[in-house]
């Protein structure tokens, strides 16, 4: 998974879950923000390179119009229109290492959070050449502490649109159940090392699988409610 957005970009965020995990005896706070990204279907080839023409072609030039040298050939058409169009991406899988940097444009940037969760990474194709990729940001890092900070973020959804980076990281590491931001992963203390199961469930991904719907996560009660952030 190569997705990222390296330059300031608007992004619809459609919903934000605050809420808290349990590590140990600690519950620390954490976020879930799922968001999305309309444009052209170039935005294919940051998830995967060859994406944008496995879904779409030019029909004119299959039909014999003949393209200009060095001239790059837009995809308007969908290549298998009776297919289904909405399509998940690495389904169940999420990775750490991201960096999610909030933009308030002159201002500068408001939150820069690094080894940030990229989780439910899907997309949506649209005849005429253009795509919707949708995916949910989750972090836990201690910037949350900061009652400011983490009262904003859960009215993100409120905002609608925002200005944002995305940067993937050089290796991206998957997430075991109980990661902590900026923290290594470690086994809980009832399991050897090297088990690899880990940590408390995670609120996440149920919100991920609803990230559309109204009310934030159904999971367990370990989740607390959004006063947590006034």
Do not use: C
């Not at 330059?7 to 923000?33: C, F, K, M, S």
């Not at 609608?160 to 050089?170: H, S, V």
């Amino acid at each position: 998974m190569s997705f990222q957005l390296e330059e300031v970009t608007q992004i619809l965020v459609t919903n934000a879950n605050p809420r808290r995990e349990l590590h140990g005896e600690e519950r620390v706070r954490a976020i879930d923000i799922a968001f999305s990204v309309k444009g052209e279907n170039t935005l294919l080839d940051l998830i995967e390179p060859g994406l944008r023409e496995h879904h779409y072609f030019n029909k004119a030039l299959k039909d014999g119009q003949e393209a200009l040298p060095g001239v790059i050939i837009p995809l308007p058409n969908l290549r298998y229109p009776k297919l289904p169009q909405a399509y998940s991406y690495a389904k169940g899988e999420k990775y750490r290492g991201y960096r999610f940097i909030w933009d308030w444009g002159t201002d500068g940037a408001h939150v820069d959070f690094t080894d940030v969760v990229l989780a439910n990474l899907h997309y949506e194709l649209h005849e005429g050449g253009s795509v919707t990729i949708m995916g949910t940001i989750q972090y836990n890092g201690e910037e949350l502490q900061d009652n400011d900070v983490y009262g904003e973020l859960s009215g993100l959804a409120s905002e609608g649109e925002i200005y944002a980076k995305l940067l993937a990281p050089a290796e991206l590491i998957p997430v075991k159940k109980g990661y902590r931001a900026g923290k290594p992963d470690t086994p809980p203390a009832d399991q050897p090392p090297g088990d690899g199961s880990g940590g408390e469930p995670d609120a996440g991904d149920i919100f991920a699988a609803q990230h559309g719907k109204s009310g934030g996560s159904d999971d367990d009660t370990d989740d607390q409610p959004q006063d947590d952030a006034k």
